[in-house]
């Protein structure tokens, strides 16, 4: 009786283990590939050039100026962000740090191998496209759980340290950002205004699509900061 009861031990432990592997295994891939679509979403505000979304404006603003990729940019901005969590004493997680660069890599990467796009019909269709790749991507990465990026975190810092809202936070930051980034020669236009409208409720809708189930399990996050919470450019 006592082997038989330790053998449906040992299984039960055996199939918990592997479900947990399994979700281990699909959040790493809800990570990445949302990492990589997002900077893939972005290349393609690029190239529609109707106007970016806030951090884009930013990053196109820098690269014109350095004459660095936007990608590179895109990481450089990012290191320089995280480096703001240390006095605000933020956690960053493997997300986080794979934030930084993936999504530059893929932007660059997109850039490449998307050509410029001609007509205003074709640039709208792209542009659209790359607002709801971004709402599918900011879901993905998201719901893998695994940490917020760079600015997400410098968002919920300052609202921890301030006491604001976390909508005022961001949409501080998210002013400040546009209008520097234009200042340096980024694109703002009618699918920056789009971008803002949207993107809330598309990365809300996908947050539920690609939701994976904790089933109690312990979390592997090391930013304790909840999806619902950091719907933002990361």
Known sequence: MHQSTSTIGGRTLSITSGLRGRRLSR????LYIGLALYGASSALLVRGGLGLEPWGVLH????????LTIGVVSIIVGAAVLLLWVPMRQRPGLGTVSNVFVIGIAMDGTLAAVPAVDGLGARIAVTAAGIVL????????????????PRDGLMTGLHRLTGRSIRLVRTAIEVAVVATGFALGG?????TVVYALSIGPLAQLFLRVFAVPQAGEGSTVVAGSSPARVILRS
């Open 187 to 191: 694109t703002v236009g009618a699918a």
């Open 60 to 67: 196109q603003g820098l690269a014109e100026r350095t004459g």
């Open 134 to 149: 971004n709402g599918m991507a900011t879901g993905l990465y998201i719901s893998a759980r695994f940490g917020p990026g």
């Open 27 to 30: 959040r790493l891939l809800q």
